[in-house]
């Protein structure tokens, strides 16, 4: 089993920044990619970004330019920074770690949630 970590969230006014993060441990081999979902009222779960062990990433089209995904392999933590923040990226972010292969990302752990909050 995989645990996963985060911190990061909270509330901010729009134009401002913020930064997840995310740690992972226990059967940490059984992963080589991380990721951020995200999820607003009454909209339909969305994958962020990804990233793999060897640092390839994939962006939504909704946060490209805005948001940077990283990583830091040897502390098993990813990264989300979140700059020129709008209310439309109010939402859970959740962490998750998974399998990335056929260009596709395949969660299988998941953290808790954190809640992002963007004031106008």
């Known amino acids: 089993q995989v645990q996963l970590v985060e911190s990061g969230g909270g509330l901010v006014q729009a134009g401002g920044s913020l930064r997840l993060s995310c740690t992972a441990s226990g059967s940490i081999f059984s992963i080589n990619a991380m990721g951020w979902y995200r999820q607003a009222p009454g909209k339909q779960r969305e994958l962020v970004a990804y990233?793999?062990?060897?640092?390839?990433?994939n962006y939504a089209d909704s946060v490209k330019g805005r948001f940077t995904i990283s990583r830091d392999n040897a502390k098993n933590t990813v990264y989300l920074q979140m700059n020129s923040l709008q209310p439309e990226d109010t939402a859970v972010y959740y962490c998750?770690?998974?399998?990335?292969?056929?260009?596709?990302?395949?969660?299988?752990?998941w953290g808790q949630g954190t809640q992002v909050t963007v004031s106008s």
């Open positions: 998750n770690a998974g399998n990335s292969y056929r260009a596709g990302y395949y969660p299988k752990y």
């Open positions: 990233i793999t062990e060897g640092g390839s990433t």
